[in-house]
């Protein structure tokens, strides 16, 4: 029998396709339904996550809709949502209406505009560092700076994954409303490989995990991985638009036979078991989900310097100086520059022939993806939905 004492929470996303901010929400509805009652709303109808029997889904559109090029389609296609939307909430009577990522966060924040009396409590989350996000398009640019402060200042919270993020929307796009960090959570479980790196190994198993998209970046490993010599096996998770082109740099540079593609997995967690390190090669990230899930497997981690989270995470965001073609030994990992190759195989190659640094990092990191843990995260996350400081 529902009860209609608890509090009613919309969650609102793209989709729950396989992605960092679709994963933190499938963690969290397991938490949440044990507190409200909860509506997952989706503007496509892709699920690839397990959902909570609880949760009411309702879709309010297609992914062709999603991701459709045209402008015009995507104003229309737009206003179709909030449309749906605002009926659905009218109906419904949302206590509090939750949102990630801009598109959903753009809906929310004009649905919020028009219930005033019964007032529904809205809260967004940005997931991007935007001025990296709209760099590439000088429209899309002055579009964001349009709408971030006109749409996002009518909320009543806003919570991101990085301090960066947050210091972005404030100072580059006017975004005034009270504002917290809340990480991304990680699910924690018993480790069952043996943590040992006492030797040097022979073959060295590095991972990646990530679309193949431009900002992903997975070509700087490969170039890295072509400046090592043969005991370098670099296994790549994942598909996009650039995997044939990456395919191909492999077979023109002749390290196919150290490349393994499996595409996308369901079983992440074993890939990661039975490799000796992560690379994380992003231009940039909202708050890298894959570094965590790395550190909780107790996989050395080497990542870019990129905005945001890489340094929040590996070095407590204490500012490090990185020269061209090298690396830094931070506190719970090694970062390098962006897009530099020749820092990664300088970093790769450290950590093959330190076994007692690759093991020190283990440890360390097995220790900071505690302060990640899924109850820890939860406890914050509900804080803000009860609008407690």
């Known amino acids: 029998m529902m009860d209609n004492r608890r509090k009613h929470i919309a969650i609102m996303a793209i989709s729950m396709n396989i992605g960092g901010t679709e994963r933190v929400i499938s963690l969290l509805l397991p938490k949440l339904v044990k507190d409200y009652r909860v509506s997952l709303v989706l503007l496509s109808e892709e699920i690839a996550f397990d959902i909570p029997s609880e949760v009411n889904i309702h879709v309010l559109g297609s992914s062709e809709k999603v991701l459709t090029t045209s402008p015009l389609q995507k104003i229309w296609f737009t206003l179709g949502y909030f449309r749906k939307y605002y009926r659905l909430v009218k109906r419904e009577r949302f206590d509090v209406s939750l949102s990630f990522l801009a598109l959903p966060n753009f809906i929310n924040s004009a649905v919020a505009n028009l219930f005033r009396n019964p007032k529904i409590r809205t809260i967004i989350s940005e997931r991007c560092y935007p001025s990296q996000m709209y760099a590439r398009s000088r429209f899309s640019m002055i579009i964001a700076r349009i709408f971030y402060p006109l749409l996002y200042n009518r909320n009543d919270m806003l919570f991101s994954n990085s301090v960066y993020i947050n210091n972005d929307l404030k100072n580059r796009f006017g975004v005034k409303i009270p504002m917290a960090v809340v990480y991304n959570p990680v699910k924690l479980k018993p480790l069952e490989k043996e943590l040992s790196a006492t030797e040097n190994r022979k073959i060295f198993n590095v991972i990646n995990v990530g679309s193949h998209v431009f900002v992903k970046n997975q070509m700087m490993i490969l170039k890295a991985i072509n400046r090592l010599d043969d005991t370098y096996v670099l296994t790549l998770l994942g598909d996009g638009n650039l995997t044939d082109s990456m395919?191909?740099?492999?077979?023109?540079t002749g390290i196919s036979k150290r490349l393994n593609m499996p595409g996308r997995v369901g079983n992440v967690e074993i890939y990661l078991s039975e490799s000796d390190c992560f690379v994380l090669s992003s231009r940039t990230e909202g708050f890298p989900n894959v570094i965590l899930e790395a550190m909780a497997n107790g996989v050395p981690v080497i990542s870019t310097n990129c905005m945001s989270g890489p340094l929040e995470i590996l070095n407590d965001n204490q500012p490090v100086q990185i020269e061209k073609g090298g690396f830094v030994l931070a506190r719970y990992g090694v970062l390098v520059n962006v897009d530099d190759d020749d820092g990664l195989a300088h970093a790769l190659e450290f950590l093959k022939s330190h076994?007692?640094?690759?093991?020190?990092?283990?440890?360390?990191?097995?220790?900071k993806?505690?302060?990640f843990d899924l109850t820890v995260i939860y406890k914050k996350f509900k804080d803000l939905i009860e609008n407690k400081d």
């Open 247 to 252: 395919t191909d740099f492999a077979i023109d």
């Open 355 to 367: 076994p007692d640094k690759r093991l020190e990092y283990i440890n360390l990191g097995l220790q």
């Open 369 to 371: 993806a505690q302060e």
